[in-house]
């Protein structure tokens, strides 16, 4: 038998109000960093991480608590790749490497170069980059449509979900604690100890969640790469397109 419905209803009470509270660290992490500018393109690519990160996680907990499990689970791998090129961005790329991102000459490395790449710079230690590498391959796989996926869609007799309740909750959690992670990341570029200090608390929770034990972060290893821009992302690209859009659109004509 394959699930061909969602499990619109019938959530778990808990499980309804653990997805409100992932929705809700979304809202925090953006009332909180929202008012930050960044004075260079290292630290505008890491902003947008952050940006990015929020958006996803925020659209976890919206998947689970309207029974999209599936949905949800594709959505962690690319919450970890932000906060790869995050790290990356402020601590390993050199300036002639984003230099070669923002021109469009490079792409963006992809997340298993990053994390071999990151798992050697000691200062990401603290964000644990060798324990997240031993989990890509399943990020990768719940992000497509696996068997680790597909499996779920046809047992004999299926849940109410496609994941279980517990596998839901680890999904909000993986969800959080990478964007977390990441404000953390942007706190450093920031050089906003209040971002950091929400960060280090957030993250204190959500390992007693857990039931795990947790040491501080401490004071975040500041980033000595420096890569100014006037403008971090050529406007002119932009303004160009913008100018052409606005030609061809039926109001310009």
């Avoid at 500018?37 to 890491?46: D, K």
């Avoid at 798992?119 to 399943?138: D, H, M, T, Y």
Wanted: hydrophobic residues 45%.
């Amino acid at each position: 038998m394959v699930r061909w419905e969602f499990d619109l209803g019938g959530r778990p009470c808990d499980l309804v109000d653990r997805s409100s509270a992932t929705i809700a660290l979304a809202g925090d992490a953006l009332r909180l960093c929202a008012h930050q500018t960044p004075p260079s393109a290292r630290q505008a690519l890491v902003g947008s991480c952050l940006s990015f990160a929020i958006e996803q996680q925020n659209a976890v907990g919206l998947l689970v608590a309207t029974g999209r499990d599936s949905a949800a689970a594709v959505l962690v791998r690319p919450i970890l790749e932000a906060l790869c090129i995050s790290a990356w961005a402020l601590y390993r790329a050199s300036d002639d490497q984003l230099s070669s991102v923002f021109s469009g000459r490079v792409g963006l490395p992809s997340v298993t170069s990053l994390l071999s790449q990151l798992e050697a710079v000691p200062k990401c230690g603290w964000i644990g980059f060798e324990q997240k590498s031993l989990n890509v391959r399943a990020f990768h796989a719940l992000a497509h449509p696996s068997m680790l996926q597909l499996s779920r869609r046809y047992a004999p007799d299926p849940p109410a979900g496609a994941f279980t309740a517990i596998e839901c909750r680890r999904l909000l959690w993986l969800a959080d604690t990478l964007m977390v992670t990441t404000a953390a990341t942007h706190s450093v570029a920031a050089n906003s100890n209040e971002i950091e200090a929400w960060a280090g608390e957030q993250m204190a929770r959500l390992m007693r969640d857990q039931g795990v034990e947790w040491e501080s972060w401490g004071k975040l290893p500041r980033s000595d790469m420096s890569f100014g821009l006037e403008t971090p992302i050529a406007a002119s690209a932009f303004d160009a397109d913008s100018a052409r859009t606005s030609r061809d659109s039926p109001s310009a004509m």
